[in-house]
């Protein structure tokens, strides 16, 4: 298969541990992966850079790190994703049956989130996520963002956020305009291992009620770091 017209954009911090494994589902078939790290200390940008991928550096916080990733892109098609997140099997032939509909220049499109751990309250979680983008239309960064550049730039893009971006940007996207692609997007269970499966889980639908709430993303990041 030739190369997808996409740059690839993540976002990291100390993601040297996952990064080989996302770059290695990417490599051979994006014609662009750009890494914007965040003030990384394990050498997580020269790894990157050894691995094939542009690195670009910056200020710290998700939403600045895809905004400047978005920013420096060249491919007509974003895709945007988390370092311990790796596209599955399959996932480049629905990406390019997406791409290849020019409805979908004015759409988006995510995949299904998975987690790489055989526990059952992995498989439960994957319900419950499966079940918020079904009836809520609220998929995670976990899950990628493959979206046209240019409507990319007129929703205004990812807003310099240090949290919550991904839920901003999808909201203005809006649900008829969002598609699910029946592929997953693998991510490590390390953080909810850590952290205790519905710890982790009840965490994140707490600072989504913040968001909702009106609660500035700056302190609902806050939060959350005190809890990690």
């Not at 690839?8 to 994006?30: M, Q």
């Not at 895709?79 to 790796?86: G, N, P, V």
Request: hydrophobic letters at 45%; glycine letters at 8%; aromatic letters at 8%.
């Amino acid at each position: 298969m030739h190369l997808l017209p996409v740059s690839a954009l993540i976002p990291t911090l100390n993601a040297a541990a996952s990064l080989p494994a996302t770059l290695a589902a990417l490599r051979s078939h994006v014609a662009e992966i750009i890494i914007a790290d965040g003030g990384s200390t394990d050498g997580t940008p020269q790894l990157a850079k050894t691995l094939g991928a542009r690195v670009i550096t910056g200020n710290r916080g998700r939403g600045v790190q895809l905004r400047a990733a978005a920013d420096a892109a060249t491919q007509p098609w974003l895709l945007a994703m988390h370092a311990d997140t790796r596209p599955g099997p399959g996932w480049q032939e629905a990406a390019a049956g997406f791409i290849a509909q020019l409805e979908n220049t004015t759409r988006a499109a995510h995949f299904r989130f998975a987690l790489d751990h055989p526990a059952p309250q992995a498989r439960r979680l994957e319900a419950m996520v499966a079940w918020r983008c079904r009836w809520l239309g609220l998929p995670y960064g976990d899950q990628g963002l493959l979206i046209a550049r240019d409507f990319y730039q007129a929703l205004g893009g990812y807003e310099p956020v240090p949290l919550m971006e991904d839920v901003a940007l999808i909201r203005r996207i809006g649900r008829k305009r969002l598609r699910a692609l029946p592929v997953d997007f693998i991510t490590s269970a390390e953080k909810w291992q850590r952290d205790g499966w519905y710890g982790r889980s009840a965490r994140n639908l707490f600072c989504l009620s913040l968001w909702f709430a009106g609660v500035s993303p700056e302190r609902i990041a806050g939060f959350y770091a005190r809890r990690r």
